[in-house]
């Protein structure tokens, strides 16, 4: 079955440095990867998907995505954190033999100003 | 411009009370969604609908039944409430069944019983 770990419950950066969640996963074949986001009251939101093809995915908001097939990993980074990038950020994982993605636990993300 | 739409954002009610909670999406997409969020932000699938026909029904109790009365529509039931069913859930919707198609999600609902 597919599975989702996020090592980070918690990360505190300072506004202007760069930021790297954390993501593995368990799927047997190539899985359908993505990050979502979701700030303070609100639902959850599309930042990036991996499908296939070039492993490094850009999405919005200056995020983006390295798929790690050795590691089993899609790690979300970003060069610089905004203050208004405080939220919860959730990897999740799907594939052709699943009708459903599985959501990691998330990763709340602070921002020092 | 609300792409999924749902209502009440609050709700709060008392153990054996019945309630609902409505959601609706203008994108035009096949396939709506029930996730339940609990207090530790974990999400869960509940339901999943595709033009109206009931897909995925994960394990949950029975006190719970969507009904999709058409494809832009997926409205949730609880009858007898009880102090475990408190959390938020969210409607979402995507273009169609399966795990590619990415999720829209709606603002939430959140769920109080006292």
């Known amino acids: 079955a597919q599975s989702v770990t996020q090592p980070d419950i918690h990360i505190t950066v300072s506004e202007g440095a760069s930021l790297e969640l954390r993501c593995n996963y368990s799927?047997?074949?190539?899985?359908?990867l993505f990050w979502y986001v979701q700030s303070p009251g609100q639902g959850l939101q599309l930042l990036l998907k991996?499908?296939?093809?070039?492993?490094l995915v850009q999405g919005i908001k200056g995020f983006e995505a390295e798929f790690k097939r050795s590691q089993s990993s899609f790690n979300l980074r970003k060069p610089s954190v905004h203050w208004s990038d405080a939220a919860e950020y959730f990897c999740?994982?799907?594939?052709?033999?699943?009708?459903?993605?599985?959501f990691g636990p998330g990763t709340s993300l602070s921002v020092i100003p | 411009d609300t792409a999924v739409s749902q209502t009440p954002k609050y709700l709060v009610t008392q153990m054996g009370n019945d309630k609902s909670i409505k959601c609706e999406q203008n994108l035009g997409h096949d396939t709506m969604y029930w996730y339940k969020q609990d207090s530790k932000k974990f999400l869960k699938i509940m339901f999943s609908y595709n033009n109206k026909e009931l897909i995925i029904n994960e394990t949950v109790p029975n006190r719970f039944s969507p009904k999709s009365p058409d494809k832009a529509h997926l409205n949730l039931h609880i009858n007898s409430l009880e102090l475990g069913d408190s959390a938020v859930y969210f409607c979402a919707s995507s273009t169609r069944t399966g795990s590619a198609s990415p999720l829209h999600f709606g603002n939430g609902t959140r769920l109080t019983v006292t």
């Open positions: 991996y499908f296939s093809g070039d492993t």
């Open positions: 999740a994982v799907g594939g052709t033999s699943y009708d459903k993605v599985i």
């Open positions: 799927y047997g074949a190539t899985p359908y």
